[in-house]
């Protein structure tokens, strides 16, 4: 199975500043024939399920703010909140859907500093 | 609205079996694989299972081999998951979710763009 590696496990960021997550995959997740990371990224409020956010490493899914975005390739990803509002304390996953079974980072807590 | 609804919180002890229902609305039920995933308390999110409605063919992971069993009844949208010999350790909440965004093969996996709410279900003697 890709083991999948989040960091940091929590981090706190003052309202208005960027957030920044990382996520390191322990094999590619870019399939060359379509040059596409299959990685995304999810949002967990408490006592909801996730919510995606990003998929293809950077494709904003329809209705997420601009504030959010992922970048990266190959192992290395990172999902980016640029400027932290208060609804946007959470706990993030990434997930690769490159290989079955599709696999989940431990997750990184944000909250307001 | 696409939706995904499950049935309510279980409490069960060490040893029983567990059923939980995850009624598909808003789409055609058969076009789409649906998933199971738990999480443990205050842990990740781990994948279970894969059933096709539309026939009825599984998938599970190793870890749930001979314990989980998915069906569905395509007459009412429904997937049922059962886990068997339950013990304290599978004390989490249990997700059924739908693929949005295939993989660059396969939709057999992809991204979760649909999930149900969540099926708590607490084992405990």
């Known amino acids: 199975d890709i083991v999948m590696t989040q960091s940091p496990d929590s981090l706190a960021v003052s309202l208005g500043e960027r957030a920044t997550i990382n996520c390191k995959s322990s094999?590619?997740?870019?399939?060359?024939?379509?040059?596409?990371?299959?990685l995304a990224w999810y949002q967990q409020k408490p006592g909801q399920p996730p919510k995606l956010l990003i998929y293809w490493a950077s494709t904003r899914e329809s209705g997420v703010p601009d504030r959010f975005s992922g970048s990266g390739s190959g192992t290395d990803f990172t999902l980016t909140i640029s400027s932290l509002q208060a609804e946007d304390v959470a706990v993030y996953y990434c997930q690769q859907f490159y290989s079955s079974p599709g696999t989940f980072g431990g997750g990184t807590k944000v909250e307001i500093k | 609205q696409v939706q995904l609804v499950q049935s309510g919180a279980e409490v069960r002890k060490p040893g029983a079996s567990v059923k939980v229902s995850c009624k598909a609305s808003g789409y055609t039920f058969t076009s789409y694989y649906i998933h199971w995933l738990r999480q443990a308390p205050g842990q990740g999110l781990e994948w279970m299972g894969i059933i096709n409605p539309n026939g009825g063919s599984t998938d599970y992971a190793q870890k749930f081999q001979g314990r989980l069993t998915l069906t569905s009844d395509t007459s009412t949208s429904t997937v049922y998951m059962e886990l068997r010999s339950l013990r304290s350790e599978d004390t989490a909440v249990f997700y059924c979710?739908?693929?949005?965004?295939?993989?660059?093969?396969?939709?057999?996996?992809?991204?979760?763009?649909?999930w149900g709410q969540g099926t708590m279900v607490t084992v405990s003697s």
């Open positions: 979710a739908r693929v949005e965004y295939c993989s660059s093969t396969s939709c057999l996996l992809g991204a979760f763009g649909i």
């Open positions: 094999q590619s997740v870019l399939y060359s024939s379509n040059n596409k990371n299959n």
